[in-house]
């Protein structure tokens, strides 16, 4: 039930833009984004529910497909700020539980 | 406003010693969730309250793991007897609304536990 994400980790330079993916093999009714930096608590970007919705925060946008049970978390004219291991979490249609994927670690350098 | 709670932030034990682990929510936060984070995974549900009652406790390993919430607001997690799998951050969560994960839940600074 865990949700797959790719790529696991990835380094971009300052102004670079990078894709995470998120899919799930059940039918999802929501889908939440979290960035963790080291030794810190995951810390919310936002929630996408079922209808093919993107939402954006600053240069942070994230579509949802739910047909594809698939999501994807855009980030553009990347910041050291956005280093940080990246986290989706997946709520399956008809349940309450929320499961996260393996996390991807993003690496913004100057 | 502030943040959700926990204490302590480390803690080493030995095995099959016994730990406890505090967690107050965000004030007024109905829905309180603990999690366990091995290092390298994401989080992993392990048991859900709302108010008083137990939501979802299906991964909590119950034969080990013990968990409350008196009178709605702090929680107590309990292992007895810890074993070196155990090891790993264990983070509190609230979020406001009873019911329902599409709420945002917001992140305590974690519990980080080594287990010798």
């Known amino acids: 039930q865990q949700p797959v994400q790719s790529p696991q980790a990835v380094i971009l330079r300052e102004g670079e833009d990078a894709v995470i993916n998120c899919s799930s093999s059940?039918?999802?009714?929501?889908v939440h984004w979290y960035r963790q930096k080291h030794g810190e608590a995951p810390v919310f970007l936002m929630i996408?529910?079922?209808?093919?919705e993107q939402k954006g925060h600053e240069k942070i946008s994230a579509s949802f497909n739910e047909k594809k049970q698939q999501s994807s978390l855009y980030l553009t004219a990347s910041q050291l700020s956005y280093s940080g291991t990246y986290f989706c979490?997946?709520?399956?249609?008809?349940?309450?539980?929320?499961?996260f994927g393996t996390g991807t670690r993003l690496t913004v350098i100057p | 406003e502030a943040g959700v709670a926990q204490s302590p932030r480390y803690k080493i034990i030995e095995k099959r010693q016994s730990v406890a682990f505090w967690c107050n929510p965000i004030?007024?936060?109905?829905?309180l969730y603990w999690y366990q984070q091995i290092l390298g995974q994401g989080p992993k549900l392990l048991i859900q309250?709302?108010?008083?009652?137990?939501?979802?406790d299906s991964q909590l390993p119950k034969d080990r793991f013990s968990a409350e919430r008196l009178k709605g607001v702090d929680s107590t997690l309990k292992i007895q007897p810890a074993k070196l799998e155990d090891s790993a951050v264990y983070l509190c969560?609230?979020?406001?609304?009873?019911?329902?994960?599409?709420?945002?839940?917001?992140f305590g600074p974690g519990t980080r536990l080594t287990v010798l």
């Open positions: 969560a609230s979020s406001s609304i009873a019911g329902g994960m599409t709420d945002t839940q917001y």
């Open positions: 004030s007024g936060h109905a829905t």
């Open positions: 979490g997946t709520e399956k249609t008809g349940a309450n539980n929320l499961f």
């Open positions: 309250f709302q108010n008083n009652g137990v939501v979802d």
């Open positions: 996408l529910l079922k209808g093919g």
């Open positions: 059940k039918a999802l009714y929501s």
